[in-house]
T-cell receptor, first 110, second 115 residues
């Protein structure tokens, strides 16, 4: 079956660093995506990993280990506007679609 | 990249009625995806819409309830039929990922409330 797990909720302090983990078991794999979704809005793309290792993009970094079926999203210098849900998604659907985890709701506090 | 215009952005509908959601893409794409996001949940794929063929539905979703049209490579519609309050969700159309390193793009979403 297809399974993507990530924590339901996390809380962090403004200016700090937070790591959101994602583990996956899918029948296919053409890459792993992280999306940010603010309440009531569509998801927006953050990062993409298809090879093992770390991809860095400004305050956001994403890591992938294909052998472990594991990824994390690292957010540095947290800002209040980073309060959102973060969706881990694997490109592994039979139709070429993304398979989404349930999302991690991050709350950034002053 | 792809820009997707989705409408309506929100609607409040009476139970038993139907609503058609439209998505227009600014480029030609082979596949378009329709997702549902129930309150507090993640995105669940409803169906894949290919131009010139019947849509492919995921387990738990049927054509009679969610008929889809795909008349050309830039446009698709999803109809939510005979609605009940359980259909209250956000519905999103999407294109991609179409290859390695190509992200998926989403329409703005349709927030549907059935009363």
């Amino acid at each position: 079956g297809q399974n993507i797990d990530q924590p339901t909720e996390m809380t962090a302090t403004e200016g700090a660093i937070v790591q959101i983990n994602c583990t996956y078991q899918t029948s296919g794999f053409n890459g792993l995506f992280w999306y940010q979704q603010h309440a009531g809005e569509a998801p927006t793309f953050l990062s993409y990993n298809v090879l093992d290792g770390l991809e860095e993009k400004g305050r956001f970094s994403s890591f992938l280990s294909r052998s472990k079926g594991y990824s994390y999203l690292l957010l540095k210098e947290l800002q209040m506007k980073d309060s959102a849900s973060y969706l881990c998604a694997v490109a592994g659907g039979s139709q070429g679609n993304l398979i989404f985890g349930k999302g991690t709701k991050l709350s950034v506090k002053p | 990249s792809a820009v997707i215009s989705q409408k309506p952005s929100r609607d409040i509908c009476q139970r038993g009625t139907s609503l058609t959601i439209q998505c227009q893409v600014d480029s030609q794409v082979t596949m378009m995806f329709w997702y549902r996001q129930q309150p507090g949940q993640s995105l669940t794929l409803i169906a894949t819409a290919n131009q010139g063929s019947e849509a492919t539905y995921e387990s738990g979703f049927v054509i009679d309830k969610f008929p889809i049209s795909r008349p050309n490579l830039t446009f698709s519609t999803l109809t939510v039929s005979n609605m009940s309050p359980e259909d209250s969700s956000i519905y999103l159309c999407s294109v991609g990922p179409q290859g390695m390193g190509i992200e998926a793009f989403f329409g703005q979403g349709t927030r549907l409330t059935v009363v």
